[in-house]
C-alpha cells in the first residue's frame, strides 16, 4: 500500500519518464465531485469519479496517489476489495464502460511540510497541485491530458475557516449546527487535477469588479489575511490592467463570473494558476511603497498578468502531458512579457529579461542539467520547472513572432485558441499553427524545441573601401549538452544594420536576417563610408555572439545605435571584454568604458532608468561564464576595480544623480521609478569610489526613505562595504521589520549577496538566526539561494560554502524537496571551476547522492550534476 516515505523516497533505480512514451489515457473521467470535511490534522476527503472507456481495449483503471492510504473503494455504489497498489497507483479492473468509482482517504494538511497538495500556511488551508500534487489528495488519473468538470463541497469550522473558495462559481452554502458551515462551487470548464483548488480560512478581502468587452461584469477578489489588506490594491489594479490587455492584444475574455486570488506565505514557487481561483506567493501580491521596492512592483504586475494570462493559454487549453510544459509557460512568460513592456518602458523590460536569460538560462544550458525546451525524459518532473522552459521557451514564440510579424502572429495565435480551446495540447499544434496562419515553413525552426545548448554566432564584417559594398560573414555553432552531439544548425532571426562610422548615420534599413544554415554571407549595398554593424538588434535571437568589433566600434555604437537594447549591448560588449581582458591579465584600460558611460549620463533624451541598466557593469557570474576556468576572486577584483574608477573619474555626475535634491514624494510612474533606479545606481559608484563620506551619504538616504526602493537601495550599498553605518542600517532595518516575512526576506538576503569577505562566515550565522526557518520556502530562498548567487561568497577558497551549501539541502530535503532540489545548480557548475574547486563541489554532490533517503528530486538533480 501507498505510504509517505516509499513514494517520496528515491528509488533504487529512478523511474524514468519518456516522452517517447507517450499513450493516451485508457479512461477518462467527464465528471469529478468531491466532498472535503477540512481538518488541519485529518481532513476527509470523498471523490466520486465518473469514470469511462476511451477507446477498445481492457485495461483496468490507474489512479494515482500518494502519501495517503485509501480508506474505502466503491463502484457503482458497492465496496470492492479487488484492487491493488501497483508502483504508488490504484489499479483496478472495470467491466463496463462507464462507471462510478467512489474512494475516501484522510490526509493531514498541518504535517504537509512539501506544500504540494493540501497544506496549511499560517493558519490557512490551501492546495498546490501543479504538477503532481492533487494524487496527494486523493485517488485520481492525476495527469494533464484527463479533463474534468468539478463540483466541490467543503466543511470546516466555521471560526477557524470563515472562507471557503474553490474553481468556478460559488453555488451554495449554509451553516451546520456543530459549528461547522460548509460552501459548494462548481467549475463549468473541464480541467486537468493540476489545475484543481482550493482554500479554507479566515481571510479578508479586497473587492473590485472588470466589465470584460461582452459585457460580462466579473467580481474580482484578492484575499489575505485582514492585517495585509492595506496592501492589495497594486495586485488589483494590475489584474484589471492584464484583463483589459489581453483582450486588446490577443482577443482573450475572461470566462467565469468571479476571480479569486488568495495570497498565502508559504509557497514552492511564484504563484499558480488554478481555474478561477490563482494561489499566490505573497511575495508576489502585497505591495505599498514602505516595504515593497519597485522591482516588487514591477514582479507583483507581472506575476498577477501571467497566471491570469494562462486562463487561455494553460486552463483553456492545456499541455498533453508534462514534455509540453513549455507551451503554456513559454507562452505565457513572452505574454506576460509583452504586458509589461506595454506599462512602461518596453526597451528597459527587454534588457531586463536578457540580463535575466543570460543570469540563469544561459548558464543552465551550458551546464550538466541542460535540457531542450520539450525535453525528452525526466525522473522528478518538478525539476523542469526552469529557466530552459519558461524563458528560453518565450524566447521561441518572440522568435516565431519576428519570423511572423504582428499581424500574422495574432492571426495564427487566434488559430491557435481557437482550434485547441478545450483541449489537452501539444508544442508541435502551436508551432503548425504559427506555420498554417503564417504561410511559413518552421520545419527546421522545430530544432529549437529539440536541441538543448545556446547557439554560438560568429560575425565578420568585410569592407573593401570604396566599393559601395560590405560582406557580414556569418556562422554558427550548436554546442554539445549531455546527451546530445553533433547538432544540426538551429533558424536563428537576426535583425541587423549598419551605421557610418564617420557620420553616425544609418547606411540602409534594419534587415532580418534568417540564419538557417552553418553559415551564410549577407552584403549589403549603399555602403558609402565605413560602417559598423548593429547585431542582434532587440535580442532577436537568443544566442551568443562572437563577433570582432574593436573597442572604439563598440564605443561608437553605444552612441548612436538607435535600437536601445543594441546601444545596451553594445556597451556591455565593451564593458565585458574590458573586464573578461583586466581578470585574465590583471589590469585593463578602463578608459573606453569611463568615456561611454559619461556620453551615457550625460545624454538627456535618454530616460533615467534605461540609463541606470546602461552603466551597471556585467554581473561577476556572467564574466565568469565567458571564461574557460571561472576565478572568482580574480573576477571580483577586476570588476571592483572599474567599479571605483568609474566612481572617481565621474564622481560629480555620481553625486548629482542620487542629490537628495532629486528626490520627490514617491509615486510609483515609469519617470520616478526610473530617478529612483539611477540614484541606487549611482550611490553604488559613490560608494566604490571610496570616497569617505559614502557611508553618510548612504546612511541619509536610508534613513529620509519615503518607500522601500530608496531604503533597500542604500542598505545593499551600506551592506557591500565595512562602516559603524552598515552595522546601524541592519539594526534598524531589522526592528523596522520585525513581523514583516517579507522585508525580513530582504534583510537575509542582502547580507548573503554581499561582496564581503566574511559572507561566508555571516551566512552560516544567519541560518542559526532565531527568524531564519527552512520550513518557509521564501526564507530558505533568501539566505541559501542568494548565498549560492554570490560568486564570489560562494567559491571562496577552503570550500566551505559548498559543505554549507550541502548540508542546508539535505535539511531542506527532508522537508521540502521541490524547493531542496531548485537550490542546488550553483554546486553543478564544477565543471567551470579549478580542479581544487571541482573536487570540492564534486565531492559534496557525491555526499549528497550517497545519502539515503533522499528525494527523487534532490537525487535527479544531484547525480545528473556530477555526470
Ligand atoms: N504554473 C505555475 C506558473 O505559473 C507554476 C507551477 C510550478 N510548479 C512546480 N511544480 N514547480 O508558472
Ligand atoms: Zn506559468
Known amino acids: 500500500m501507498a505510504d509517505t516515505r516509499a513514494t517520496a523516497a528515491a528509488p533504487a533505480t529512478p523511474v524514468v519518464t519518456r516522452r517517447s512514451d507517450y499513450a493516451p489515457p485508457a479512461w477518462q473521467v467527464p465528471q469529478v465531485a468531491l466532498d472535503v470535511a477540512l481538518d488541519p490534522l485529518a481532513t476527509r476527503v470523498r471523490a466520486r469519479l465518473e469514470v469511462v472507456r476511451s477507446g477498445a481495449h481492457d485495461e483496468p483503471l490507474r489512479l494515482d496517489g500518494a502519501g495517503q492510504v485509501p480508506l474505502a473503494v466503491r463502484v457503482d455504489g458497492i465496496a470492492v476489495d479487488d484492487w491493488r497498489i501497483v508502483g504508488g497507483q ?131 477578489g484578492i484575499w489575505v489575511r485582514a492585517a495585509d489588506l492595506a496592501r492589495t490594491g497594486h495586485a488589483l489594479h494590475a489584474l484589471q490592467l492584464a484583463m483589459a490587455w489581453d483582450e486588446r492584444v490577443y482577443g482573450r475574455e475572461y470566462d467565469l463570473d468571479v476571480f479569486n486570488i488568495v495570497a498565502v506565505d508559504d509557497f514552492n514557487f511564484g504563484a499558480m494558476e488554478n481555474k478561477g481561483l490563482n494561489i499566490f506567493n505573497s511575495r508576489y501580491i502585497l505591495a505599498d511603497p514602505d516595504t515593497a521596492t519597485d522591482w516588487d512592483y514591477d514582479a507583483i504586475a507581472a506575476v498577477v498578468a501571467h497566471e491570469y494570462f494562462h486562463n487561455w493559454s494553460g486552463n483553456r487549453i492545456t499541455c498533453r502531458d508534462w514534455f509540453q510544459l513549455s507551451l503554456k509557460e513559454g507562452f505565457t512568460v513572452y ?89 489537452a495540447a501539444t508544442c508541435e499544434d502551436f508551432v503548425a499553427c504559427m506555420e498554417e496562419a503564417g504561410g511559413v515553413d518552421l520545419t527546421r525552426f522545430r530544432l529549437w524545441y529539440s536541441q538543448a545548448g545556446t547557439p554560438r554566432v560568429s560575425a565578420t564584417l568585410d569592407h573593401q573601401p570604396g566599393s559601395g559594398r560590405a560582406t557580414l560573414h556569418l556562422a554558427q555553432k550548436v554546442p554539445d549538452t549531455p546527451g546530445q552531439t553533433h547538432k544540426q544548425p538551429q533558424v536563428l532571426p537576426l535583425r541587423l544594420r549598419l551605421f557610418g562610422a564617420e557620420t553616425g548615420r544609418p547606411l540602409g534599413d534594419e534587415r532580418l536576417v534568417i540564419l538557417s544554415d552553418t553559415a551564410a554571407s549577407i552584403t549589403f549595398e549603399t555602403v558609402t563610408e565605413r560602417p559598423v554593424v548593429s547585431l542582434n538588434r532587440g535580442f532577436s535571437a537568443p544566442v551568443v555572439i562572437d563577433s570582432d568589433r574593436s573597442a572604439a566600434d563598440l564605443a561608437f555604437l553605444a552612441r548612436h545605435d538607435d535600437d536601445p537594447f543594441a546601444r545596451y549591448e553594445a556597451m556591455q560588449q565593451l564593458m565585458l571584454d574590458t573586464l573578461v581582458a583586466a581578470t585574465v591579465e590583471g589590469e585593463a584600460d578602463h578608459a573606453a568604458v569611463i568615456a561611454a558611460v559619461a556620453d551615457t549620463l550625460d545624454d538627456p533624451t535618454l530616460d533615467r532608468a534605461f540609463v541606470a541598466e546602461a552603466v551597471l557593469l556585467p554581473a561577476e557570474s556572467f564574466i565568469g561564464d565567458q571564461l574557460s576556468t571561472v576565478d572568482p576572486e580574480a573576477i571580483f577584483q577586476a570588476r571592483e576595480a572599474l567599479r571605483r574608477d568609474l566612481g572617481r573619474a565621474l564622481d560629480a555626475r555620481w553625486r548629482a544623480a542620487c542629490d537628495p535634491a532629486l528626490r520627490r514624494p514617491f509615486a510609483y510612474t515609469p519617470e520616478d521609478k526610473g530617478i529612483r533606479r539611477l540614484r541606487n545606481v549611482a550611490l553604488g559608484y559613490v560608494a566604490a569610489s571610496g570616497a569617505a563620506d559614502a557611508p553618510a551619504l548612504a546612511y541619509a538616504q536610508f534613513e529620509a526613505a519615503d518607500n522601500m526602493t530608496d531604503r533597500h537601495g542604500a542598505l545593499t550599498t551600506l551592506v557591500g562595504g565595512r562602516s559603524a553605518q552598515r552595522d546601524a542600517a541592519l539594526d534598524v532595518f531589522y526592528h523596522r521589520y520585525a513581523g514583516n516575512a517579507l522585508v525580513l526576506d530582504k534583510w537575509f538576503q542582502t547580507q548573503a549577496l554581499s561582496p564581503l569577505e566574511d559572507t561566508p562566515a555571516l551566512v552560516a550565522e544567519l541560518a542559526q538566526h532565531p527568524d531564519f526557518t527552512l520550513a518557509n520556502p521564501n526564507r530558505a530562498r533568501a539566505l541559501i539561494g542568494a548565498f549560492g548567487a554570490n560568486q564570489r561568497a560562494f567559491h571562496a577558497d577552503g570550500g566551505d560554502g559548498y559543505r554549507w551549501l550541502a548540508d542546508q539541502l539535505l535539511a531542506l530535503d527532508a522537508l521540502n524537496p521541490q524547493t531542496a532540489a531548485k537550490l542546488l545548480p550553483p554546486l553543478g557548475r564544477w565543471r567551470r571551476f579549478d580542479p581544487v574547486r571541482a573536487d570540492r563541489m564534486r565531492a559534496e554532490l557525491a555526499r549528497i547522492v550517497a545519502t539515503p533517503d533522499i528525494s527523487k528530486d534532490l537525487f535527479e538533480q544531484a547525480s545528473k550534476s556530477l555526470e
Not at 500556511?121 to 484527463?146: H, K, N, Y
Not at 551550458?366 to 525539476?383: D, F, K, M, Q, T
Request: glycine share 8%.
Open 90 to 220: 490504484l489499479v483496478l479492473a472495470l467491466p463496463g464502460e462507464a462507471h462510478v468509482i467512489e474512494t475516501e482517504v484522510e490526509i493531514a494538511p498541518d504535517r504537509n511540510t512539501q506544500l504540494m497538495g493540501l497544506y496549511a500556511s499560517g493558519g490557512i488551508l490551501c492546495t498546490q497541485c501543479e504538477a503532481e500534487g492533487f494524487r496527494r489528495i486523493t485517488w485520481f488519473p492525476d495527469r494533464p491530458d484527463v479533463l474534468s468538470t468539478y463540483r466541490v463541497r467543503m466543511t470546516a469550522d466555521k471560526a477557524r475557516f470563515p472562507v471557503l473558495l474553490a474553481n468556478g462559481d460559488p453555488v451554495a452554502a449554509g451553516d451546520n449546527a456543530d459549528g461547522t458551515h460548509w460552501a459548494e462551487w462548481h467549475d463549468p470548464y473541464p480541467k486537468p487535477s493540476y489545475l484543481f483548488a482550493l482554500v479554507a480560512g479566515n481571510l479578508a478581502v479586497n473587492r473590485g469588479t472588470f466589465t470584460t468587452r461582452s459585457g460580462r461584469v466579473v467580481d474580482l
Open 335 to 423: 505574454r506576460d512579457q509583452g504586458f509589461s513592456a506595454d506599462q512602461g518602458s518596453a526597451a528597459v523590460k527587454r534588457i531586463e529579461d536578457v540580463r535575466g536569460l543570460r543570469a540563469a538560462q544561459f548558464p543552465e544550458d551550458a551546464g550538466p542539467l541542460a535540457h531542450p525546451v520539450r525535453p525528452e525524459s525526466y525522473i522528478e518532473i518538478g525539476n523542469f520547472y526552469t529557466a530552459t522552459i519558461y524563458n528560453k521557451g518565450a524566447e521561441l514564440i518572440r522568435m516565431m513572432a519576428t519570423i511572423l510579424g504582428p499581424e500574422r502572429f495574432r492571426a495564427a495565435t487566434d488559430l491557435y485558441f481557437d482550434r485547441f480551446d478545450g483541449t
